[in-house]
């Protein structure tokens, strides 16, 4: 059964920094893409950021130079660092795994198997 775990979620103010981890519970670990995903009130869910299982990264265009997705394989978990944050990045955050070698597309968030429950994000101007 697999399981995903996030935390790390706050309320900070513009230009802080946060950083979201994900526990990764009953996968295969090096067998699959994982990847954030955010949904603010009344938009739809979008792909932040995804790592395949080789370790290549993809970012939405909105947080290139902000953010940055690792990845602990030795505590199977899944980090984002965010920096410069701005009050537009606010949502809830969302952990999303499948497997294979490669990532779904960000835009292809269906196409995720496996979510967690989700971390509130909230900067202030």
């Known amino acids: 059964q697999v399981q995903l775990v996030e935390s790390g979620g706050d309320s900070v103010q513009a230009g802080g920094s946060l950083r979201l981890s994900c526990a990764v519970f009953?996968?295969?670990?090096?067998?699959?893409?994982i990847g954030w995903f955010r949904q603010a009130p009344g938009k739809e869910r979008e792909g932040v950021a995804t790592?395949?299982?080789?370790?290549?990264?993809t970012y939405a265009d909105s947080v290139k130079g902000r953010f940055t997705i690792s990845q602990d394989n030795a505590k199977n978990a899944l980090h984002l660092q965010m920096n410069s944050l701005k009050p537009e990045d606010t949502a809830m955050y969302y952990c999303?795994?499948?497997?294979?070698?490669?990532?779904?597309?960000?835009?292809?968030?269906?196409?995720?198997?496996?979510w967690g429950q989700g971390t509130q994000v909230t900067v202030s101007s």
């Open positions: 999303a795994a499948h497997y294979g070698d490669r990532c779904h597309p960000l835009g292809a968030a269906r196409e995720y198997e496996y």
């Open positions: 009953g996968y295969t670990y090096a067998l699959y893409c």
């Open positions: 790592r395949d299982s080789d370790g290549t990264t």
